[in-house]
């Protein structure tokens, strides 16, 4: 009776041992200890032997103490099993060697992880997962439990066919505060719980229908270049999405999606391959120490690749009230809402020779203005564009015809400018035009703006921008002006115009 009973006890302590073992994780039908390492034959021998072997090609190793699971050029074909469930107690790092392809035979999640999941690919591996059926809506091919974080690092992530989603937040986590700055909330050691972070990486989402639900977190872009034609939900500045962990967060196709600094300025990709001038991000302070002068540069360059700037883009430079005097390039072709919203000390502004739009606000509140210089091209004014701009005493608008002009609430664009005492310019014999065509009719005092010995874009100085506004004109590309592009007085508009500006630059 003692014998049966001592053996009860042993087999009640190796039952609890076992119930409480380390920490492990589970690999294509398999489970790893985190007290061990595992060689590439040994991990062979484990999946592909017992009741429900996993055929595969290409290796994978696993260093349990480490926590790494290493993959090279891995082909593997799931079937009604999860490929891999993260037990650990800290992170787990999925290390990928050449081209990794998982591909989900029936409606299985491909990663289950209880922590951080870090996925790395290394020397321009990819790591692709694939699914031909359907899933059911309340798993994804990622489903990530508790308040995990997964984070995706250098290297090209494809995602194919993940319908209705791709991947999948469990859990009731929501952060109290937004994150900080992308150089400390994008560190791969100070990663929120409950995010997605993508970071230096080309990324490709292939969805039907919703590729991210349940996340109260957040989704990060840091320096990618993505490829989403119905993927993530991003915030007017591109960058950060919060979602209300109900409902699956809405598609939008983002090509490029690019967002770098360069030279102490943040730049963001458009859809046309250029990029505006922009801030770090929507939670971070905006610039702080631009000094009392800023110049956008025409172009920048990022991983060998020359960007066009072609916008000032939203809220780019609001609140820098340390500005005084702004240089923009010609390449410039909108500034966008709010751009230098409230920045009180800009002095005078001439805006640059290629500009089409003005958007809604884009000098509000700019209340140290005194000057400001509209050229020909510009096509479309928003709404409270150079409201509360009181101290304006001078605008030149070089606009020949304001009627073709798109205005957005005309009686918004200059309200809080005094009318009575701040003097247009117009360009020759267009006072008439002006006069009854609002926004510009409410102005009181009014005049022409003369032929100034080859200053075209009325900022006083006579220098090369000069000659590209004329060289614009006679090509088309900006309407003309006759009575400040004929420079020589023959009554015509033509190179000889060129050559008398460039001979006055160099005398």
């Known amino acids: 009776m003692k014998k049966i009973l001592l053996l009860i006890a042993l087999l009640m302590l190796g039952f609890s041992t076992v119930t409480q073992a380390d920490d492990y994780i589970g690999l294509m039908n398999q489970m790893f200890s985190c007290n061990s390492v595992y ?3 040994t991990m062979r021998q484990s999946i592909q032997s017992g009741p429900n072997p996993i055929p595969y090609t290409g290796s994978v190793s696993f260093d349990g103490p480490k926590r790494r699971v290493v993959m090279k050029d891995l082909n593997v074909i799931m079937d009604g099993i999860s490929f891999l469930y993260n037990h650990l107690s800290d992170s787990l790092v999925l290390e990928i060697h050449g081209s990794c392809r998982v591909q989900l035979a029936s409606p299985t999640p491909a990663i289950m992880s209880g922590s951080n999941l870090r996925i790395v690919c290394v020397d321009g591996g990819s790591f692709k997962f694939v699914y031909g059926g359907s899933l059911a809506a309340t798993t994804g091919v990622i489903s990530m439990e508790k308040n995990s974080s ?10 194919e066919k993940p319908s209705p989603t791709a991947i999948t937040f469990k859990g009731d986590y929501e952060p109290n505060t937004p994150p900080g700055p992308v150089s400390s909330q994008f560190t791969i050691s100070k990663i929120a719980p409950k995010s997605l972070v993508f970071k ?3 990324v490709s989402l292939d969805a039907v229908s919703y590729s ?3 996340l109260k977190g957040y989704i990060g872009f840091l320096d990618c270049d993505i490829t989403s034609p119905e993927s993530y939900t991003i915030d007017s500045n591109g960058y950060l999405v919060e979602s209300d962990g109900t409902t699956p967060v809405s598609k939008l196709t983002i090509s490029p999606c690019v967002h770098f600094d360069a030279g102490g300025l943040w730049y963001k990709g458009k859809n046309d391959g250029t990029v505006c001038v922009t801030f770090q991000n929507p939670f971070a302070p905006r610039y702080s120490s631009l000094g009392s002068s800023l110049t956008v540069p025409s172009s920048v360059k990022r991983k060998n690749k020359t ?3 072609s916008e000032v ?6 609140g820098c009230s340390s500005l005084q005097s702004v240089s923009l390039p010609s390449s410039i072709k909108s500034i966008g809402s709010f751009g230098f919203y409230q920045c009180t000390n800009l002095k005078s502004m001439t805006l640059p020779g290629k500009l089409e739009s003005i958007s809604t606000g884009a000098f509000l509140s700019c209340t140290g203005m005194t000057t400001l210089t509209i050229p020909a091209s510009v096509n479309d004014i928003g709404n409270m564009a150079f409201r509360n701009c009181g101290n304006l005493a001078k605008i030149y608008s070089h606009i020949v015809d304001p009627t073709k002009v798109n205005y957005t609430k005309p009686a918004m664009i200059f309200q809080g400018v005094n009318k009575s005492t701040c003097i247009l310019y117009v360009p020759k014999g267009k006072i008439w035009i002006y006069s009854e065509t609002d926004p510009w009719s409410d102005f009181t005092r009014f005049s022409e703006i003369q032929a100034a010995g080859g200053d075209l874009n009325g900022d006083g100085k006579v220098n090369v921008s000069d000659v590209t506004v004329l060289i614009n004109m006679i090509l088309g590309i900006v309407p003309m002006n006759q009575s400040v592009a004929d420079v020589n007085g023959d009554g015509k508009v033509n190179v000889s115009d060129v050559t008398a500006i460039i001979n006055m630059i160099l005398a």
């Open 307 to 309: 960007y066009s700037v």
């Open 313 to 318: 883009g939203v809220n780019a430079f609001s």
């Open 150 to 159: 997964l984070i995706f690092e250098d290297g090209s992530f494809i995602f």
């Open 200 to 202: 230096n990486c080309s």
């Open 39 to 41: 060689s590439e034959e």
């Open 212 to 214: 991210v639900v349940g």
